[in-house]
């Protein structure tokens, strides 16, 4: 069984910056792609972003472009997401994915591609 483990939410002022980091407990990933994904209340989850296994293929969501930047360290077992510049419109609940199949060519944007989730991690960005 596959757990992803993410940390480094919190609460930030609007212009602020935090980075997630999400580690699989136990388990090496560097054959996954992995992708971030959030949810805020009443909405449904969306992409944010997502990284080849290399980590040489990048891809983020419009709203997030040019402020988060999605890295992994297959060294360390560990994929982050830098958010620079937080808006109030960027709070939710943010989720680490890991597509495992191996199928995927390039990264996908699609939650129903991913297979394994970890539990979340709250950003909530004051104004």
């Known amino acids: 069984q596959v757990q992803l483990v993410e940390s480094g939410g919190g609460l930030v002022q609007a212009g602020g910056s935090l980075r997630l980091s999400c580690a699989p407990s136990?388990?090496?990933?560097?054959?996954?792609?992995m992708g971030w994904f959030r949810q805020a209340p009443g909405k449904e989850r969306e992409f944010v972003a997502a990284?080849?296994?290399?980590?040489?293929?990048?891809y983020v969501a419009d709203s997030v472009k040019g402020r988060f930047t999605i890295s992994r360290d297959n060294a360390k077992n560990t994929v982050y997401l830098q958010m620079n510049s937080l808006k109030p419109e960027d709070t939710a609940v943010y989720y680490c994915?890991?597509?495992?199949?191996?199928?995927?060519?390039?990264?996908?944007?699609?939650?129903?591609?991913?297979?394994?989730w970890g539990q979340g991690t709250q950003v909530t960005v004051s104004s």
């Open positions: 994915a890991a597509d495992t199949s191996g199928k995927s060519m390039r990264p996908p944007r699609d939650t129903h591609e991913y297979d394994y």
């Open positions: 990284i080849s296994r290399s980590g040489t293929i990048t």
């Open positions: 136990g388990r090496t990933f560097v054959t996954w792609i």
